[in-house]
């Protein structure tokens, strides 16, 4: 079936060093591809999305592209501060269109 | 303009019990989905109701079922608790289908 693949965690980063995680999706259909934030105690937080290939989406400093060739949606920022300390799920949407399928979540960590 | 709200915050409940969890949308959404996210994973889907109907399901059992009002709130409920049913459950809206905007979620521990 359907389902998204991220790189396992934890990652551990000193501020202002350059962040990737990688994700990778099932290339049934043409997904919309979501990347979602959740703080320590918190729900999830829509950071970015992508609805079609060579999208890029961006929001905060971080950016993906979708890439259908080599289906990928990797999470992308330049400099990452103590803030940016969460836990990140990339998703995709089912075939549907109704429903979120996530990756089981890569956590960051930035200390200073 | 309030986002997506829950209730309770926490819940203790022992197994074989029942629980109702409850789920205000965003303003302007018509579309309620229920996640469960177990520690350390990505939440699953449940179910989503529109319109007061559910239009899809998730791999779940008959246990947990839902309901939407005609205000669009929604609640979710469980039968028969399991201790595997202890988890983080997440309430989503969307108007439509795409971009679901999440509660912040109810702590559920079955004992």
């Known amino acids: 079936g359907d389902s998204v693949t991220q790189m396992e965690g934890p990652v551990t980063l000193s501020e202002e060093a350059f962040l990737t995680i990688n994700c990778t999706y099932t290339a049934t259909g043409y997904p919309s591809l979501f990347w979602y934030v959740q703080y320590p105690g918190e729900g999830l937080q829509l950071l970015l999305k992508?609805?079609?290939?060579?999208d890029k989406g961006s929001n905060k400093g971080f950016e993906a592209t979708y890439r259908k060739e080599t289906t990928s949606f990797h999470l992308e920022k330049g400099s990452v501060q103590v803030s940016d300390s969460a836990v990140y799920f990339c998703?995709?949407?089912?075939?549907?269109?109704?429903?979120?399928?996530f990756g089981k979540g890569t956590t960051l960590s930035v200390s200073s | 303009d309030a986002g997506v709200t829950q209730s309770p915050t926490h819940l203790i409940k022992t197994r074989g019990q029942q629980v109702t969890l409850r789920c205000s949308p965003k303003?302007?959404?018509?579309?309620v989905s229920w996640y469960q996210q177990a520690l350390g994973q990505g939440p699953q889907f449940i179910f989503q109701y529109y319109e007061e109907e559910e239009r899809q399901r998730g791999n779940f059992p008959d246990r947990f079922s839902g309901h939407q009002f005609p205000n669009y709130s929604s609640e979710l409920n469980v039968n028969a608790l399991l201790l595997g049913d202890s988890a983080l459950y997440l309430c989503?809206?969307?108007?439509?289908?795409?971009?679901?905007?999440f509660g912040p979620g109810t702590r559920l521990t079955v004992t």
């Open positions: 998703a995709r949407g089912n075939q549907a269109g109704t429903a979120l399928i």
């Open positions: 989503a809206s969307s108007f439509g289908l795409v971009e679901q905007y």
């Open positions: 303003s302007g959404h018509d579309t």
């Open positions: 992508a609805t079609k290939a060579d």
